[in-house]
Each structure stands twice: as structure tokens, then as C-alpha cells.
């Protein structure tokens, strides 16, 4: 596959290092969007919505001779219909990875990709499922402070992993960006560009 040249409307270095895998070429843009959820906003509304702001805040902020294509995208990390979002701190870690002990948990991430073509979507969802984890088990995650910036607390390609015992679905979607849902998204808008 080829892609195009793009921007990259986050500031997540894993969603950097991931476009880099499959070899894409891409700017990064800064964007500052509001990521409140609406009133009785689905999980799955809410995470499309929030990566298609991004992708739209990136594409008003180029000027008119600049534009190319620009992908933005959310993670959001669901148990029960909650959204477990980033922790604010110490206490609110430990009170997600309790929740998230010895259950299973739905990874939601969106990719957007604003364009001259217009605006485009997907959506990618997996299943994690956590052993039971142990007070001291929790304590010592949170002492590591790798999940102190990630949805739901936890960093599936790090330290993390020693607590998850199934993944069913996109393991580079639960990173932040899913390889093969983004592939076919730039693919697709290759094809319209080479139209042109």
C-alpha cells in the first residue's frame, strides 16, 4: 500500500509510532478540542465524534495552500457503558484498575480523516480481559506511573501486559490507533487523490 502525506492531529507519541510502522509520512498538527461527553451520548458516538474534532480542528488550522489530508483519533477504554477515562490522579487510578480486576473491558478507538474529499470514519472495538488483580498488584502499577496518562489507566504495550490474559480484536487499536482500520482509510483516499 502506499499512502498519502498527512497530518497527524494528536500528541500521542505511540499514535507517531505506530503511522511510522506502517510507513506513512506525516506532520504533526497540535489541537485542542473538547472531549466532554454529551448528555446520553453512546460510548461509540462519543469516541467518533471526539476523533472527527480533532481531524477538523487540524484541517481549520492549516491555511488554504497547506492542506492535506489530516487523521485524528480517540481512544476511550468502556466497562458497563462507563467511560474510563485518563486518571486525575493516584486514588482515581487505583478506582479504575479495581474495576477493571478480573473483568473483561471493551476498547473503543476512532480514526477521522478530514480531506478535500470531505470526512471519513471507523471504528475499531476489542475485548481485554484482566486477571484478578491484587491490592499490591495495583499499588505497584500505579508506583511505575506508566498509566498516568492513558485511558483506563493502562498501558497495554508496557508493564501492563503482565495483567491482561485475553485480547480479542486490534492489539494497535487498544495502543491508540488501529493499523488496519487506518491503512484501508488512507488507502481509499490515496485512490481518490490519484483520481484527481
Not at 3 to 21: D, G, M, N, V, W
Not at 57 to 80: C, N, Y
Not at 102 to 122: E, F
Amino acid at each position: 500500500m502506499t499512502f498519502p502525506h498527512i497530518y497527524l492531529a494528536s500528541k500521542s507519541p505511540r499514535r507517531r509510532e505506530l503511522l511510522t510502522q506502517i510507513g506513512v509520512n506525516f506532520f504533526v498538527l497540535s489541537v485542542d478540542v473538547d472531549e466532554t461527553r454529551l448528555h446520553k451520548e453512546s460510548p461509540t458516538d462519543y469516541v467518533k465524534r471526539v476523533a472527527i474534532d480533532k481531524a477538523q480542528a487540524g484541517w481549520d488550522s492549516l491555511a488554504e495552500q497547506d492542506k492535506k489530508p489530516v487523521l485524528g483519533s480517540d481512544t476511550s477504554v468502556i466497562l458497563a457503558d462507563e467511560i474510563l477515562g485518563k486518571p486525575k490522579n493516584s486514588d482515581d487510578a487505583k478506582r479504575i484498575l479495581q474495576q477493571l480486576s478480573g473483568r473483561s473491558h471493551q476498547v473503543m478507538t476512532a480514526v477521522a480523516i478530514v480531506s478535500h474529499q470531505g470526512v471519513s470514519c471507523t471504528l475499531s472495538i476489542s475485548t481485554v480481559t484482566f486477571a484478578d488483580l491484587s491490592d499490591a498488584d495495583i499499588a505497584w502499577y500505579i508506583a511505575t506511573k506508566e498509566g498516568a496518562d492513558k485511558a483506563g489507566s493502562y498501558a497495554v504495550q508496557g508493564l501492563a501486559a503482565l495483567f491482561i490474559e485475553q485480547i480479542k480484536g486490534s492489539y494497535s487499536g487498544i495502543m491508540g490507533l488501529p493499523l488496519r482500520e487506518t491503512g484501508l482509510l488512507l488507502a481509499q483516499l490515496n485512490g481518490q487523490t490519484n483520481e484527481q
